[in-house]
């Protein structure tokens, strides 16, 4: 796993850039430390971290925690009332139209009742025919999708209703798939979705505060002039 990168830190608040294959908090199965994001940032700091949020395993970008309860505790309410603003990328197979919103419902667990939900999506790049050498066919889009609601694998799932699961998500796209894809363009294993940025109201400070990950590298496999 590689080391963590730090995007913001303050007295009260610390962002980092959680790879890919990185859970948040440890769960019922026993994991190697060095891939337990809470643990790492521990260790780095040299003190108790507390999540606000929780980004899906195979989900990079930006993950904040906060360094004390009362922090924790006022950043949480902030996410319950949604006032904070996330944004997502993610990478598709196919040309998507310029933009959409989804406002399915979705079930946490099949014997629970549907909870609203709402994404927006926005097209921003799409690649052209013959980009990839001997898949003349393959055409990929990458999306801003900016979830109002944090419902379980919202995004993932929204997307998969359009008809547009993401590039490597082997739960909603399929093993086969996602295989082959992840042969054709060199990223693997990976699941192309990136926490991209994340904006809020500081709890203590009451001045806006913006988090930006960097381009994640698999992406600019499939689109090198991402910046």
Same mark, same amino acid.
Request: aromatic share 8%; glycine share 6%.
């Given at each position: 796993?590689?080391?963590?990168?730090?995007?913001?830190?303050?007295?009260?608040?610390?962002?980092?850039?959680?790879?890919?294959?990185?859970?948040?908090? !440890? &769960?019922?199965?026993?994991?190697?430390? +060095?891939? #337990?994001?809470? %643990?790492?940032?521990?260790?780095? @700091?040299?003190? =108790?971290?507390?999540?606000?949020?929780?980004?899906?395993?195979?989900?990079?970008?930006?993950?904040?925690?906060?360094?004390?309860?009362?922090?924790?505790?006022?950043?949480?309410?902030?996410?319950?009332?949604?006032?904070?603003?996330?944004?997502?990328?993610?990478?598709?197979?196919?040309?998507?139209?310029?933009?959409?919103?989804?406002?399915?419902?979705?079930?946490?667990?099949?014997?629970?009742?549907?909870?609203?939900?709402?994404?927006?999506?926005?097209?921003?790049?799409?690649?052209? !025919? &013959?980009?990839?050498?001997?898949?003349? +066919?393959? #055409?990929?889009? %990458?999306?801003?999708?900016?979830? @109002?609601?944090? =419902?379980?694998?919202?995004?993932?799932?929204?997307?998969?209703?359009?008809?547009?699961?993401?590039?490597?998500?082997?739960?909603?796209?399929?093993?086969?798939?996602?295989?082959?894809?992840?042969?054709?363009?060199?990223?693997?294993?990976?699941?192309?979705?990136?926490?991209?940025?994340?904006?809020?109201?500081?709890?203590?400070?009451?001045?806006?505060?913006?988090?930006?990950?960097?381009?994640?590298?698999?992406?600019?496999?499939?689109?090198?002039?991402?910046?």
């Amino acid at each position: 796993m590689p080391p963590l990168h730090i995007l913001f830190q303050d007295a009260f608040l610390v962002a980092i850039n959680k790879p890919a294959g990185m859970i948040v908090h !440890p &769960g019922r199965d026993k994991e190697d430390p +060095e891939d #337990i994001a809470i %643990l790492r940032l521990r260790d780095l @700091l040299g003190r =108790r971290v507390y999540p606000v949020h929780r980004l899906d395993r195979p989900t990079s970008g930006v993950q904040l925690f906060a360094l004390d309860k009362q922090t924790a505790s006022l950043t949480q309410q902030a996410f319950a009332r949604r006032e904070v603003f996330k944004t997502y990328h993610a990478i598709i197979s196919g040309c998507t139209p310029p933009q959409w919103t989804c406002e399915t419902p979705l079930k946490t667990n099949p014997e629970d009742e549907p909870l609203s939900a709402e994404t927006s999506f926005e097209r921003i790049a799409v690649t052209s !025919p &013959g980009d990839f050498p001997n898949h003349a +066919e393959l #055409i990929l889009s %990458l999306l801003k999708a900016s979830p @109002l609601t944090g =419902r379980f694998h919202q995004i993932r799932r929204h997307l998969l209703e359009a008809g547009f699961p993401i590039v490597g998500d082997f739960r909603y796209a399929g093993i086969e798939r996602s295989f082959e894809l992840g042969e054709i363009l060199g990223t693997g294993t990976r699941m192309l979705l990136q926490s991209k940025n994340l904006k809020l109201t500081h709890p203590h400070t009451n001045e806006p505060l913006e988090i930006i990950a960097p381009t994640d590298p698999e992406f600019r496999k499939c689109f090198p002039d991402l910046s």
